[in-house]
């Protein structure tokens, strides 16, 4: 049974959003235009009377084969690429004592900066390609360009800076950014009730990337000998296969070249809910990725040896799957707005606790702790973005410009963390209570966007 978007059911017990589409929210002849016309004489009621004129709203299958497929395909693609990106922190640790040695954290730090706001900042441009032409546009693009950036960066040579930042850095984020949007976006075309659980499943992908990414990396490299070229080259291999998979099977549920105009981007920049939103989700970039970044360089400052170090960056992985697909679960019930803010106000004060981390068990427990929340935050990004959008025929559209927005958050925010350690002679606190106060900020900044809602407690 399909399902209608709740923003029709209010449409006639409150004032229409700015956001709205005008035929979504008005009546087919509005009051103050009303004619008064003669009644005409009583007339038995018809056996089978017409429907109703009046706009219905858009509909949302809810299941189906196709739609679970879609959420497969996105499962896959944050698995080969967001995935990969959360495990940066296991580069992050070996170019600073191997290919990178002698540059600074902040320096390195820019390279993995640099894929998050790629896979985030190309948005716009994806979601424009993803509304007009189709999923599989933009995934073939951005397979070609990942796999591209993976295999240079195999052959990049030892203190070669710019090789690295070229390849691993700028190659691979416009690929990733390419991919993004249309695993994020599709599977909220199909699905109303279960976006909770449907963001948690596709986000998902990244914790499990992130968590067997770095078992792989750390058995080739540390323990079984293989080069660091042919380690890169069997990254980009199984890249290729999982991404080739899920174009084919991340399908849209409607026709291309749908949309002919431009995004709407006065409908977006004239909603205060939009606004409100992607100004806390950019505030919040500046310190939700950054533990994904360091946690293994904190290991190893903390007396952990490369090896353990790599295990701190799965381990985070790990959790937030968990965090993803229970409270994403849960946000179908307590409602995604809802949820969201409460899950940052708890990676909040999680992160207020790191540097309280001083042994290796202790950085283990904290990692499991923050994943498992900051995990959940992530995941509720796009349905919350999704029950913004005037319509499910732009959701790539809304998806596309609020995380191009955002990813000015992680832009910078890795090398502001690396220079405020570098500064710091490799003491982490500062850098950490930064962290923290983004997060606070981010927190209190989703309570107030969750207030430009309806009044309903699920929202």
């Known amino acids: 049974?399909?399902?209608?978007?709740?923003?029709?059911?209010?449409?006639?017990?409150?004032?229409?959003?700015?956001?709205?589409?005008?035929?979504?929210?008005?009546?087919?002849?509005?009051?103050?235009?009303?004619?008064?016309?003669?009644?005409?004489?009583?007339?038995?009621?018809?056996?089978?009377?017409?429907?109703?004129?009046?706009?219905?709203?858009?509909?949302?299958?809810?299941?189906?084969?196709?739609?679970?497929?879609?959420?497969?395909?996105?499962?896959?693609?944050?698995?080969?690429?967001?995935?990969?990106?959360?495990?940066?922190?296991?580069?992050?640790?070996?170019?600073?004592?191997?290919?990178?040695?002698?540059?600074?954290?902040?320096?390195?730090?820019?390279?993995?900066?640099?894929?998050?706001?790629?896979?985030?900042?190309?948005?716009?441009?994806?979601?424009?390609?993803?509304?007009?032409?189709?999923?599989k546009v933009p995934m073939l693009l951005g397979t070609a360009l990942i796999v591209l950036g993976t295999m240079t960066t195999s052959a990049c040579q030892d203190q070669q800076y710019y090789q690295f930042f070229l390849s691993q850095g700028l190659c691979s984020a416009f690929g990733y950014g390419l991919v993004f949007n249309p695993a994020l976006s599709v599977p909220n075309q199909w699905f109303l009730k279960k976006r909770g659980l449907v963001g948690?499943?596709?986000?998902?992908?990244?914790?499990?990337?992130?968590?067997?990414?770095?078992?792989?990396?750390?058995?080739?490299?540390?323990?079984?000998?293989?080069?660091?070229?042919?380690?890169?080259?069997?990254?980009?291999?199984?890249?290729?296969?999982?991404?080739?998979?899920?174009?084919?099977?991340?399908?849209?549920?409607?026709?291309?070249?749908?949309?002919?105009?431009?995004?709407?981007?006065?409908?977006?920049?004239?909603?205060?809910?939009?606004?409100?939103?992607?100004?806390?989700?950019?505030?919040?970039?500046?310190?939700?990725?950054?533990?994904?970044?360091?946690?293994?360089?904190?290991?190893?400052?903390?007396?952990?040896?490369?090896?353990?170090?790599?295990?701190?960056?799965?381990?985070?992985?790990?959790?937030?799957?968990f965090g993803r697909l229970l409270v994403g679960l849960g946000s179908d019930k307590l409602g995604t707005f809802n949820t969201i803010t409460i899950s940052t106000a708890i990676t909040a004060l999680i992160a207020w606790t790191w540097p309280a981390a001083t042994t290796n068990a202790g950085n283990f427990v904290w990692g499991a702790f923050y994943g498992f929340w900051a995990g959940a935050v992530v995941s509720l990004l796009a349905p919350c973005v999704a029950r913004i959008a005037s319509s499910p025929r732009v959701i790539g559209q809304y998806v596309g410009v609020n995380t191009t927005i955002a990813a000015l958050g992680v832009l910078a925010a890795e090398p502001v963390a690396g220079r405020l350690i570098s500064n710091n002679r490799g003491d982490f606190d500062a850098a950490q209570f930064f962290i923290a106060a983004m997060i606070t900020a981010c927190a209190i900044l989703f309570a107030c966007a969750r207030l430009t809602m309806s009044r309903d407690l699920k929202v």
């Open 1 to 135: 049974m399909e399902e209608r978007h709740p923003a029709y059911s209010e449409a006639h017990s409150r004032p229409s959003d700015a956001t709205a589409l005008k035929g979504d929210y008005s009546d087919p002849v509005s009051p103050d235009r009303a004619v008064t016309t003669p009644s005409p004489p009583p007339t038995a009621a018809p056996l089978n009377p017409a429907p109703s004129s009046a706009p219905a709203g858009p509909t949302f299958p809810d299941g189906g084969l196709d739609a679970w497929l879609t959420v497969l395909g996105g499962f896959l693609t944050f698995f080969a690429g967001l995935g990969f990106i959360s495990s940066y922190a296991v580069f992050q640790a070996y170019y600073a004592q191997n290919q990178l040695q002698g540059r600074s954290e902040a320096a390195i730090a820019w390279i993995g900066s640099i894929q998050l706001w790629g896979n985030f900042g190309f948005g716009l441009p994806a979601g424009i390609l993803l509304d007009r032409y189709g999923p």
């Open 200 to 321: 948690g499943l596709v986000v998902g992908g990244t914790s499990f990337g992130g968590a067997l990414w770095p078992v792989m990396l750390n058995r080739m490299l540390n323990f079984d000998g293989v080069s660091f070229g042919w380690t890169l080259r069997a990254c980009a291999f199984i890249q290729l296969a999982l991404l080739l998979t899920a174009t084919m099977l991340i399908k849209t549920r409607f026709p291309r070249k749908m949309i002919k105009g431009p995004p709407p981007l006065k409908e977006m920049f004239t909603s205060l809910r939009f606004n409100t939103f992607t100004f806390a989700e950019l505030v919040g970039f500046f310190g939700l990725y950054s533990p994904y970044i360091f946690i293994s360089a904190y290991g190893v400052h903390r007396g952990a040896s490369l090896s353990t170090s790599f295990y701190l960056s799965s381990v985070l992985n790990a959790t937030s799957f």
